[in-house]
């Protein structure tokens, strides 16, 4: 956006600043990209009066959608492993079979960079789509450092081909690649003196993350990996307790993580050892819904404790082929038991706050007008449909790709 001021009234605003209703007949003025008002209509300073005006019709407006949790650049699809979990495999057995991840990192082993972002962009259209702004785009799926760079420079190009921001993360510890399946001591000295070196070099990676998992990677694997991104000042997050409870949660709170992600099988300890770091719980319907899993994570005892809770896709080829906030929502809330309020905040300000951004995830004075207009009057339409997307309008003023 250019430095002129543009006006959006005659609308329902759903700031999703903690505490606050939505207003009927509100105004949001924007200067230079960023919310210089966000309130009643009829508190609009005289300052705004000659700036250019978008009659809303009220609509509601809420933030631009987040999705801080996808694995958006991937070749290939993995619908075979979806026909063989249809018929009683389980995403273990499947995994242990060279299946899984694996099985994705041969397909983008043999993709080249263009075609990787040419198979992305239709995906990354679906979230736009539906009023994303912002989108977390993980690595993993490389396994040595040629494709793991190739898979954060397509993830970076995806953010300079369309109006989106990006926000990549470095998932090295994802799987053990064929080459490295008799020697994880030695993978583990690749990713920390090889690749994430070279991750940072580039300047390609935003955040580092882990697989904790007893399919994946111990937890004192993944310490070590988090003590390598500390060395380059890179913010770490994990993928933890989605299959058992291997203290995941309290690990990545350990390290201060920015989150902590799927969480089914975390423990009353984690919970607490998350409130206390302010790592985010990102929950992740998607794939507990894909994989037929039937431990929901704890909602609860989040609540209970204070422990922030955002709302992802998870898109991936393999255990979520998911590319519709909207629908994401909904699974939170029938799934999981997320209220309307709480889904809404899962997918802006508290998604936000997984990415470490303090810019952008609700409509406040000084933040980027990052804005979902919608052809609906309440919140809980945007939630409670399946299928259906009320998008009328999509603002993006923010500027927080690389």
Not at 203 to 218: K, P, Q, R, T, Y
Not at 281 to 287: C, E, Q, S
Request: charged share 20%; hydrophobic share 45%; aromatic share 6%.
């Amino acid at each position: 956006m250019s430095d002129d001021i543009t006006v959006w009234h005659n609308a329902r605003l759903a700031s999703m600043a903690p505490g606050v209703p939505v207003l009927a007949g509100g105004a949001i003025a924007a200067r230079g990209g960023r919310i210089a008002f966000a309130g009643p209509e009829a508190a609009l300073p005289g300052e705004f009066a000659r700036a250019a005006r978008i009659d809303c019709e009220g609509r509601l407006i809420t933030p631009g959608l987040i999705d801080c949790h996808t694995h958006l650049v991937f070749a290939g699809d993995r619908a075979r492993e979806f026909e063989l979990r249809l018929a009683g495999a389980s995403y273990e057995e499947i995994a242990r079979a060279g299946g899984g991840i694996v099985s994705s990192v041969a397909a983008l082993r043999a993709a080249s960079e263009d075609a990787l972002v040419g198979q992305t962009l239709p995906r990354l259209d679906a979230l736009i789509a539906e009023g994303v702004t912002t989108v977390e785009i993980k690595s993993g799926y490389g396994l040595d450092t040629a494709n793991e760079l190739k898979s954060l420079r397509a993830a970076r190009r995806l953010g300079q081909v369309r109006d989106v921001g990006v926000r990549t993360s470095f998932l090295g510890a994802h799987a053990l690649p064929p080459e490295f399946r008799d020697d994880r001591a030695g993978f583990l000295r690749l990713l920390i003196e090889e690749t994430l070196p070279a991750v940072a070099a580039g300047n390609l990676a935003d955040a580092v993350d882990g697989f904790c998992e007893g399919i994946a990677f111990s937890p004192a694997e993944i310490a070590a990996v988090f003590a390598a991104a500390r060395r380059f000042a890179l913010p770490v997050k994990l993928h933890a307790d989605q299959l058992s409870d291997l203290g995941g949660a309290a690990l990545a709170a350990s390290h201060g993580a920015l989150s902590a992600d799927h969480l089914e099988y975390t423990s009353e300890a984690g919970a607490m050892a998350m409130a206390a770091s302010g790592t985010v719980a990102v929950l992740l319907p998607g794939a507990f819904y894909f994989i037929h899993e039937t431990r929901r994570p704890p909602v609860d005892l989040f609540r209970r404790h204070g422990v922030r809770m955002a709302v992802a896709t998870d898109c991936n080829p393999g255990t979520s082929p998911l590319t519709s906030p909207l629908l994401t929502m909904n699974m939170a809330a029938t799934l999981f038991g997320l209220t309307v309020d709480e889904c809404l905040a899962g997918t802006t300000r508290e998604a936000a706050r997984a990415l470490g951004l303090d810019d952008v995830g609700t409509l406040e004075v000084g933040k980027w007008a990052d804005l979902a207009i919608w052809n609906v009057e309440r919140p809980a339409e945007l939630v409670y449909r399946m299928g259906f997307n009320p998008l009328h309008t999509r603002v993006r003023a923010s500027r927080n790709s690389q």
